[in-house]
Each structure stands twice: as structure tokens, then as C-alpha cells.
């Protein structure tokens, strides 16, 4: 079956920091990957997407390469702020037989905390 | 605001009660998810529909539970004899179909079976 494996946290930085999240996978089929992030006291939100090997997906400041050798889809950031604070999502969607199309596979989550 | 919208956000219950939990979807989004989160744990796949069909079924969903999608738009979800281990936010998302269509997630029901 699928899933998704993510570095056990909580993960506590200072501001300005390298941030890396690891995240590998077990899917059959092609998946698309995602990382979804979660404020406090909000709902999921989609922070990037790769949806074939080698494409990298970014979006503010974050980026994910979709490395199909290493099953893998790493979330990094150069240099994090006290605002990009909270839990992270690695997931997976693949449509192996049709029937699981879209339906996502999650992590189990990495809580991120950066202090100034 | 135009995003998923859920009702109610919280809802606290007596085991052995029902409860019913509605999703309102994004107006063109034709597929409908239900996710179950527990503290500390990813979201965790429930059911979807594509339209009015619900196509897959989890086994996490025990006949306690049913879902529907009357008319393809909003989604309710019943739990029966509501259990302790029940106690979870319920999340829901739509999106437009396609294995790499964003889902977008409304801000969930938090269930507390006491």
C-alpha cells in the first residue's frame, strides 16, 4: 500500500535558519507529491506540488524536488521566519487501479517552531 | 468566501449518541473528500465522492459511519453509537478532478466523545 514517512519532530530553529524536512514515500503507480501546511488555528493548506520526477515544486521561499531514485520529496527553505512556524504535511495521491485517484496519503506531520 | 465551509465546527457529544457533520464543497469542485485526523497523526483517508457517487470507501469506515453527496454538492457524514475512540477532527476538501488537482481542506469538525 502507500505511504508516507516524515523526520520525526518537533523541529525548533532560529530565525534565518536552513530549514530541511525529510520526507520519503512507498507507492504504487506514479504519485503526485504535496506538501501541505497547517497555522495554528487554521485548516490545510497546499504549500507545493511535483506531479513527475525531477519537477520541483516551490512556493514561498519553500521548495521539494521529486526524486523518484530516492522515493524521497525533501521540503526546504534557505533562510526561515517566525511566521512559517507550524505542522507540515508530507502527502501522496496516486490513481494505481483507478479507484484511489486523488485520495491523499499523509505523514504523520513535523511541527516546526522558529524563534526569533 | 468562497473556500470549504464545515458545520459545526465542534461538537461534543455522549457516547452511544449520533451525530451528523456537513461539508459544503467549492460550487465547480465535482470531488468531495472526508479525512480524519487524530492529535498528532496526519490526516488520514476516509471516503470521496465524485459527484453524487461515493466511489472508495476506507476501512477505517466502520458501518457506524455513512456519508453522503445527495445531489453532488454539499456532503453530510453520520457517525452511529458514537465511541470514545471516535473523538478526532473531521476535515473535508474538495477539488477538481485529477490525481494532481490541489484539494483544498475546510477547517474541520472537532468531535469530542465523552
Known amino acids: 500500500g502507500n505511504s508516507v514517512t516524515q523526520m520525526e519532530g518537533p523541529v525548533t530553529l532560529s530565525e534565518e535558519a536552513f530549514l530541511t524536512i525529510n520526507c520519503t514515500y512507498t507507492?504504487?503507480?506514479?504519485?503526485?507529491l504535496f506538501w501541505y501546511v497547517q497555522y495554528p488555528g487554521e485548516g490545510l493548506q497546499l504549500l507545493l506540488k511535483?506531479?513527475?520526477?525531477?519537477d520541483k515544486g516551490s512556493n514561498k521561499g519553500f521548495e521539494a524536488t521529486y526524486r523518484k531514485e530516492t522515493t524521497s520529496f525533501h521540503l526546504e527553505k534557505g533562510s526561515v521566519h517566525v511566521s512559517d512556524s507550524a505542522v507540515y504535511f508530507c502527502?501522496?495521491?496516486?490513481?494505481?487501479?483507478?479507484?484511489?485517484?486523488?485520495?491523499?496519503?499523509f505523514g504523520q506531520g513535523t511541527i516546526l517552531t522558529v524563534h526569533p | 468566501d468562497t473556500g470549504v465551509s464545515q458545520d459545526p465546527r465542534h461538537k461534543i457529544t455522549k457516547r452511544g449518541q449520533n451525530v451528523t457533520f456537513r461539508c459544503d464543497p467549492i460550487?465547480?469542485?465535482?470531488?468531495l473528500y472526508w479525512y480524519r485526523q487524530t492529535l498528532g497523526q496526519g490526516p488520514e483517508f476516509l471516503t470521496y465522492?465524485?459527484?453524487?457517487?461515493?466511489?472508495?470507501k476506507s476501512r477505517l469506515l466502520s458501518d457506524r459511519f455513512s456519508a453522503e453527496r445527495p445531489k453532488g454538492s454539499f456532503s453530510t457524514l453520520e457517525i452511529q453509537r458514537t465511541e470514545q475512540g471516535d473523538s478526532a477532527m473531521y476535515l473535508c476538501?474538495?477539488?477538481?478532478?485529477?490525481?494532481?488537482?490541489?484539494?483544498?481542506f475546510g477547517p474541520g469538525t472537532r468531535l469530542t466523545v465523552l
Open positions: 476538501a474538495s477539488s477538481l478532478p485529477g490525481q494532481g488537482c490541489e484539494q483544498f
Open positions: 507507492a504504487t503507480g506514479y504519485p503526485s
Open positions: 511535483a506531479t513527475k520526477a525531477d
Open positions: 502527502a501522496l495521491a496516486t490513481n494505481a487501479g483507478g479507484t484511489s485517484y486523488g485520495k491523499l496519503t
Open positions: 460550487s465547480e469542485h465535482n470531488r
Open positions: 465522492f465524485q459527484n453524487e457517487a461515493q466511489l472508495e
